[in-house]
């Protein structure tokens, strides 16, 4: 079965950067979408970032983009988020996801089949 563990989270403050990593095991990754998704107390969980299964294709929640790079390495089965210039309203808990299907709606949790564990990203102020 698809497994994904997150990790790369923690404090930092404001301004500056993180690398959230995430290792895919279980299937062939290549052929599997990955998203990160991200969710703050009391707020539903939210769209940060998807990749398609090559690369070529990427989307961004308006609120990080041109911050967040979101990049795969389908040698290592890892998706990679890199958060720069980091604000407090960053703060959350930050879970990869992956699909199989052809195509997905990168910005639906529903599309995703598959979870990680989440990391905890603080970013103080």
């Known amino acids: 079965q698809v497994q994904l563990v997150e990790s790369g989270g923690g404090v930092v403050q404001a301004g500056g950067s993180l690398r959230l990593s995430c290792i895919f095991s279980?299937?062939?990754?290549?052929?599997?979408?990955t998203g990160w998704f991200r969710q703050a107390p009391g707020k539903e969980r939210e769209f940060v970032s998807g990749i398609s299964r090559s690369g070529d294709t990427t989307d961004y929640a308006d609120s990080v983009k041109g911050r967040f790079t979101i990049s795969r390495d389908n040698a290592k089965s890892t998706v990679f988020l890199q958060m720069n210039s980091l604000k407090p309203e960053d703060s959350a808990v930050y879970f990869c996801a992956a699909d199989s299907s052809t195509w997905i709606n990168f910005r639906s949790d529903r599309a995703y089949d598959y979870w990680g564990q989440g990391t905890q990203v603080t970013v103080s102020s």
């Open positions: 279980g299937r062939a990754f290549s052929n599997y979408h």
